[in-house]
């Protein structure tokens, strides 16, 4: 009787792990400031609750499998506004980003198939292919080249007879890197050539500075078949407890395989998708304050940070994230006594350590992953507790 | 570029297969009685949704990946009610008991793994096998002896090296047949002696008649490190469309893996989640009218449809479903033909054929089930239009 392999072989949260050392600091009456963490601080639009507190009907009936279909068109609606053109039948509503990762991994791949993946990546990807017994074979990006693809060979190296698809989250979490419109065409020019899928997880999509614009695989519409989005609502309408996302792909047989996922789930939570329906009715300018505001928060902390030359750190253009490399001999150690040992004036600081983020052994020892979802005036403060705990750590 | 095998393998729901000659009837104007689902028409709790009304945060946050804590209490101390002692340890909440079947699954089970489960059986566990390259091996009970177990011989003849549990679905779907505790403890034995896991669905837990009573595999004190529960708010507070579930277990190294699946996928929906809280909390009496009204719609109808005694129909004990074995050649044939073809006085019926509950090729095919969730009044115009039907389809 016992715990099958792939639950096994599954991590655990690699962020969750110093949770135990959080609550202990905080039982001390120690401040934490919780940088490790992709949970925005933004409002929840009022429009998603009012709409839910307007629901009506007396039973909370089953919903179709792929989402209610208000839904499905406010999101095609709002898509078309990106000139990116869609029709009801390109969309599967899911329960969260997750659940759409689930279904495009298991629609691509099978047991020992491979997917090709940059790293550091998200980790929840490691989850689900453990949980469906599916390789991610890593591409490595560096620091000091701000995160961006290597050489196209390095990648297209990778490949082999087992490989499915390559997979690309862009503005990128954990990096914040917004990969250019000639990176994501170069990797679709490979997945062509070895007649593979292009996968992309674009929850991030509205999140990018400095003038740079969001390019998505969806805009080629030469590569349609090969294509498959990823997408949720966590991020973009500050809803991550809603557990709303998306599948989408103009390849009717993966559709028509991923609805008889979505059909053995039933459906996505009703209530929830009453939500979506109104926060996906606003316009598109309802973003530009909250994009201006975790601009200032990008540029605040990365400001106070590269004061250290010994941290590399390139600012990147997208996410509410960024990877910094720091001057420490193990990040991991280190974001470990920042939390548990280290105080200024009774508050710390809690970042992600970047090994988890990577699948190659040994990388990433020196990073950690940074969110910037708190206020200008405490990240100032955690960014300068930061610098001094790197200070004292090396002394 | 293909299809992953094992989307291929997945088959499409049973049910909805019938929905496309469903949504051409109705345009002609026939109206349809819907005894394919098992969509309860009982009214949501109003609290449920009160709760979600009441709910304040600005921000709609990731809550825990094992569920909101005060909602894990209010599902321990439901438990307590029935004389169950579990701790919030012993629960994981998960996005419906779709979710709570795809954990246990994974959890005790590889690719090439079995699990033995009696038939006909509900549909989706074969989705979730198939996603998870897992052998779903059937023991077959009969329409004849109300679908009870077979001999216990029968079961334990199945077992083999691959075997990583049995699961048993009580009060039933698709037959409402409640399992005896003798019955349940026989398969317990059964699990102990192979040292596998014993699995079991409890979702309709409350819905027992004529005095009957659920024995639940959590009453077992003696085989608890083997013992799995997928459970769900869905039929018990009417509230389908929420996706709240959960997975209870006192073993701590099943709840730990689990964890890691829980995590991958961040958390239950939270606004359901706070909706069911308030629905847990409501006493036992809660279920009395609902199971008084199901117990009068099951005798209703069951009493006209063994008017005819070339109709195979033990009156079962739970849940809104029972099948029945029809004087037609083929069910689905029958099934399609009532639905597209058969009227009287412009209504038809729509019914589940049998075959698709059943995993061994061949079974089930003069069988449909039949989920009596519609008033009583409606009950009896549907039985009357079988009947008719029936006699018109051998004519």
Chains 1, 2 share one sequence.
Request: net charge negative; proline share 5%; hydrophobic share 40%.
């Amino acid at each position: 009787m016992n715990i099958s392999k792939r639950a096994q072989a599954m991590q655990e949260s690699p962020i969750r792990k110093l949770a135990a050392i959080a609550t202990e600091t905080k039982k001390r009456g120690t401040q934490v400031y919780h940088l490790n963490i992709g949970q925005p601080d933004i409002h929840t639009p009022e429009v998603y609750y009012e709409n839910i507190r307007n629901y009506s009907d007396k039973v909370l009936a089953y919903g179709p499998s792929d989402g209610l279909d208000e839904l499905k068109g406010a999101m095609v609606e709002y898509f078309s506004r990106y000139g990116i053109n869609l029709e009801k039948q390109d969309v599967i509503v899911t329960t969260g980003g997750s659940e759409a990762v689930s279904f495009a991994f298991n629609v691509i791949a099978d047991p020992g198939d491979e997917i090709i993946i940059p790293e550091p990546f998200y980790t929840n990807y490691n989850g689900y292919a453990a949980l469906s017994n599916i390789n991610i074979v890593p591409v490595t990006t560096l620091p000091e080249t701000g995160y961006h693809l290597p050489a196209m060979a390095e990648i297209e190296a990778k490949i082999t007879s087992r490989t499915k698809g390559i997979l690309i989250c862009s503005p990128n979490n954990p990096t914040g890197t917004v990969f250019s419109e000639k990176e994501i065409r170069g990797i679709a020019e490979i997945a062509k050539k070895h007649n593979i899928f292009l996968l992309a997880d674009e929850v991030y999509k509205e999140f990018t500075y400095d003038g740079e614009k969001h390019f998505s695989i969806l805009q080629m519409e030469e590569h349609k078949d090969r294509v498959i989005v990823m997408d949720s609502i966590s991020k973009r309408y500050s809803a991550c407890g809603a557990r709303i996302g998306a599948v989408i792909s103009k390849n009717r047989d993966i559709m028509k395989s991923i609805m008889k996922f979505a059909q053995a789930r039933l459906c996505p939570p009703t209530l929830e998708q009453i939500g979506a329906i109104a926060a996906y009715k606003q316009p598109l300018t309802y973003f530009d304050n909250i994009i201006s505001e975790y601009q200032n928060r990008r540029d605040t902390l990365v400001e106070i940070l590269t004061s250290n030359p010994e941290i590399v750190l390139e600012k990147p253009k997208g996410a509410f994230y960024f990877m910094a490399k720091l001057p420490v001999d193990d990040a991991e150690n280190f974001a470990k006594w920042l939390l548990g040992e280290y105080q200024l004036d009774n508050q710390t600081v809690m970042v992600a350590p970047g090994a988890g983020f990577y699948s190659t052994p040994g990388k990433g020892s020196q990073e950690v992953r940074i969110a910037y979802v708190l206020e200008c005036e405490k990240l100032k403060r955690a960014g300068n507790i930061l610098l001094e705990a790197i200070k004292a750590y090396n002394a």
